[in-house]
């Protein structure tokens, strides 16, 4: 996707620093085609500003800002929206603001919605564009740590119910990400292991007594 726009200035180096402001991004990203030259003229007098055409390549990421800002648009909703590197080689989109709450659902599942929606988005194959696949991560008000504690402590209470009665245990229907934090917070407790059930959206992580667990830690 290409976004393109033709500005005038006094010089040509001034139309395409004014180009980048309002596309908001570096110089060293877009193409530029000059138009005018631009000429200073006597005392004013027939001056002719300069005149170029930006052309910029919108990346995977700008796509999915770009998509989720249109949809908080026609929902008339007043939300920021930004972005920033995470820490598992994806792009975190974070939304804020009054209302914000109702993109995050249930247990977070219009929120997976939409970030399913952002990633087919950001990926999106375009005939004559060479563009480099995007992990996108969509995040409403801090809520996918909160979330993660949340599991988290919810692993940890589980897995010593299990130890105490002896009998596994199996929870909610959860989604691939909710399944691998309960996943990876079990890891550390001894005696206790899980196991993934079930198929597309009624998957769920069970977990079980496991004294091998115990010989390997000893």
């Known amino acids: ?63 999915a800002v770009e998509f989720i800002r249109k949809m908080i648009a026609d929902m008339e909703l007043d939300l920021t929206v930004a972005t920033r590197e995470g820490g598992n080689d994806d792009t975190v989109i974070t939304v804020g603001g009054e209302g914000a709450g109702m993109l995050i659902g249930h247990h977070g599942e219009t929120l997976d919605s939409l970030q399913y929606l952002a990633n087919l988005a950001a990926n999106k194959k375009i005939k004559g564009e060479k563009r480099e696949y995007v992990k996108i991560t969509l995040d409403v008000e801090g809520y996918r740590a909160k979330r993660e504690e949340t599991l988290r402590a919810l692993a940890r209470r589980r897995a010593a119910q299990v130890i105490k009665g002896k009998k596994s245990v199996m929870l909610e229907p959860m989604n691939p990400y909710e399944r691998r934090i309960i996943h990876s917070e079990v890891q550390s407790i001894a005696g206790v292991s899980t196991n993934s059930i079930g198929s597309e959206n009624n998957r769920r992580v069970v977990m079980f007594l496991d004294d091998s667990k115990n010989d390997t830690e000893n």
Do not use: P
Not at 31 to 53: H, M, N, Q, W
């Open 1 to 63: 996707m290409k976004k393109e726009l033709i500005v005038t200035a006094k010089t040509v180096d001034e139309a395409k620093e004014k180009a980048a402001a309002e596309l908001g991004v570096a110089l060293s990203e877009l193409e530029f085609t000059v138009l005018e030259e631009g000429k200073r003229g006597f005392l004013g007098i027939g001056a002719v500003d300069a005149k170029v055409s930006a052309c910029y390549v919108m990346k995977g990421a700008d796509i």
